[in-house]
């Protein structure tokens, strides 16, 4: 071999360790990068499950919201504008199937007597216990909501009139018949109530509510504790 | 020459100490800063330089917060992974998490940016 054989094998030789010590180092570099790609990875989808378990949360906390912005806390009826909400769903057409609902209005008589006698928890109890016999009175599909301080407002979708005049006087009759229970003892409660009908269709509310309340009005001058239907 | 650091909490912005001394990295109050990546860039700079420069002695992350935007879970990961990192490499680094005892979210994500990781740690309940 030539001379100039020799030390090239020699330079090639040093380049080869080097190659291999470069190669060794890039692997490690890269090993490295692998790892922080990984661990990029998985943060990724942790933090996409985080996100999804909020929004999951938020749509529940918006639900749990929207119902209680149309509950009375009191009673657990529905309030006024939970009850303004299903008047317009009936409206719309979508509470019943044929074309038409009852709204009875009931008013507690002489409420406030009660109040300023036996005070705002006596009160209070007395319109916790109606809201019970309310619901029990009514059927499942029908809607309660405390329309008022003391009024009430029942919507009983697919009922005829009789039917729901039967309901509303069978409701009053029990409340006349068995005293409520408050705090302060045994309270004798009547009710007074106006009933009309609601159409699918109708410009608004308004109207069939007037109704009502013209017939409640007209249950109250005649002696209270009753049941009135509306002149349509 | 590993520095001190120390900014006062704002409203959307956590108290920050970073003590050259003790190598503790604190963190207290609530983390959503408008420009978050930008806030934590520095600290987790100080960080790696904490654990390169620190010899033997314990880095400590101590972390007091209620409140965490996204990108301050993202900065707390990566600050995460760069101790679980050195512990892996041999360096005692150590991880404390203190949580209002109230606060069930905290409490639970700071189980879960833990729970893959190696290192010692601690979450505190008070």
Not at chain 1, 132 to 151: F, H, I, N, T, Y
Not at chain 1, 201 to 207: F, P, R, S, W
């Amino acid at each position: 071999m030539s001379e100039r054989d020799e030390s090239t094998e020699t330079r090639i030789a040093a380049l080869v360790e080097k190659a291999t010590a470069i190669d060794a180092e890039l692997a490690r570099e890269v090993d490295w990068l692998v790892g922080r790609y990984r661990r990029a990875e998985r943060n990724l989808d942790k933090i996409s499950r985080m996100s999804d378990r909020m929004q999951a949360r938020i749509l529940e906390l918006n639900d749990k919201l929207r119902a209680a912005s149309l509950t009375d806390p009191l009673t657990g009826l529905l309030n006024r504008r939970g009850a303004l909400d299903a008047l317009a769903t009936c409206i719309r057409g979508d509470l019943s199937t044929d074309g038409a609902c009852m709204l009875a209005l009931i008013d507690i008589d002489h409420f406030k007597t009660v109040n300023d006698t036996l005070g705002h928890d006596a009160g209070d109890q007395v319109l916790a216990d109606f809201a019970v016999r309310l619901k029990a009175a009514l059927r499942a599909q029908d809607l309660a909501a405390r329309w008022g301080g003391e009024e009430f407002l029942a919507i009983l979708p697919d009922c005829p009139p009789d039917e729901a005049r039967g309901l509303v006087e069978g409701l009053l009759e029990g409340l006349r018949n068995q005293p409520v229970l408050t705090q302060t003892g045994l309270l004798k409660v009547t009710a007074s109530s106006g009933i009309a009908q609601i159409v699918v269709g109708e410009a608004g509310h308004e109207a069939a509510l007037a109704r009502a309340d013209k017939a409640l009005y007209a249950a109250k001058r005649s002696g209270r504790d009753r049941c009135v239907m509306a002149q349509d | 020459m590993l520095e001190r650091i120390y900014i006062e909490a704002t409203r959307s912005s956590p108290l920050v100490e970073c003590d050259p001394a003790t190598l503790v990295l604190r963190f207290a109050g609530e983390s959503y800063p408008e420009n978050t990546f930008q806030f934590y860039r520095p600290l987790i700079a100080w960080l790696d330089r904490a654990l390169a420069e620190g010899a033997g002695q314990t880095v400590t992350l101590d972390v007091a917060l209620s409140y965490l935007n996204t990108g301050s879970i993202k900065s707390m990961m990566d600050m995460l992974d760069r101790l679980d990192e050195a512990h892996q490499d041999g360096r005692p680094v150590m991880v404390l998490w203190r949580c209002d005892a109230e606060n069930e979210r905290i409490v639970e994500l700071a189980q879960e940016l833990l729970e893959d990781l190696s290192l010692p740690h601690e979450i505190r309940t008070e």
